[in-house]
T-cell receptor
Framework: ELKVEQNPLFLSMQEGKNYTIYCNYSTTSDRLYWYRQDPGKSLESLFVLLSNGAVKQEGRLMASLDTKARLSTLHITAAVHDLSATYFCAVRVHYGQNFVFGPGTRLSVLP | KAGVTQTPRYLIKTRGQQVTLSCSPISGHRSVSWYQQTPGQGLQFLFEYFSETQRNKGNFPGRFSGRQFSNSRSEMNVSTLELGDSALYLC????????????FGPGTRLTVT
């Protein structure tokens, strides 16, 4: 059974600081997803990582994937308050199989 | 292009009742997936439909069912509601050209009293 873990589960950081969220998964996969969810809202797709070594960046967020280590990271650079949200990673082992989500990392960026 | 729409957005039901939720995917998308989100269990996959066929099913009791119509719109039904069914139900659609992408709707907030 595929398991997806994230750490930390809660993260409080100051504006301007850098930090990394980690996502580990238990079964070989070459597709990893990062989503953002604001309180009471739906999921917003941030990144889709499709192959080993993939790196994608959007603004202050950068995601990477190491399929051999079964690890993805979401790096936050110079955090701002607007980044406060819950971040989920999700894995799909094969096409036609369902997505399995991690528990989410609740990020609070304090002024 | 319009996004994924879900109706109703909010719903209050009584234990033992049944409920039907609706999802309209993005135009041209033929795959629709349903998820349940609760504070305790997180995001859990319910089922996926593609071209009116259930392609995948999560680990939920038979009280949870769904279907997809020829226009790709999907409904999910929960019978004999329990308090634990209170959740945000999210629908996502995927295009055939990029099946690894999922676009989520705003969700239906179901409260069972």
């Amino acid at each position: 059974e595929l398991k997806v873990e994230q750490n930390p589960l809660f993260l409080s950081m100051q504006e301007g600081k850098n930090y990394t969220i980690y996502c580990n998964y238990s079964t070989t996969s070459d597709r990893l997803y990062w989503y953002r969810q604001d309180p009471g809202k739906s999921l917003e797709s941030l990144f889709v990582l499709l192959s080993n070594g993939a790196v994608k960046q959007e603004g202050r967020l950068m995601a990477s994937l190491d399929t051999k280590a079964r690890l993805s990271t979401l790096h936050i650079t110079a955090a701002v308050h607007d980044l406060s949200a819950t971040y989920f990673c999700a894995v799909r082992v094969h096409y036609g199989q369902n997505f399995v989500f991690g528990p989410g990392t609740r990020l609070s960026v304090l002024p | 292009k319009a996004g994924v729409t879900q109706t109703p957005r909010y719903l209050i039901k009584t234990r033992g009742q049944q409920v039907t939720l609706s999802c309209s995917p993005i135009s041209g998308h033929r795959s629709v997936s349903w998820y349940q989100q609760t504070p305790g269990q997180g995001l859990q996959f319910l089922f996926e439909y593609f071209s009116e066929t259930q392609r995948n099913k999560g680990n939920f009791p038979g009280r949870f069912s769904g279907r997809q119509f020829s226009n790709s719109r999907s409904e999910m039904n929960v019978s004999t509601l329990e308090l634990g069914d209170s959740a945000l139900y999210l629908c996502a659609s995927s295009p055939a050209s990029q099946p690894y992408e999922q676009y989520f709707g705003p969700g239906t907030r179901l409260t069972v009293t």
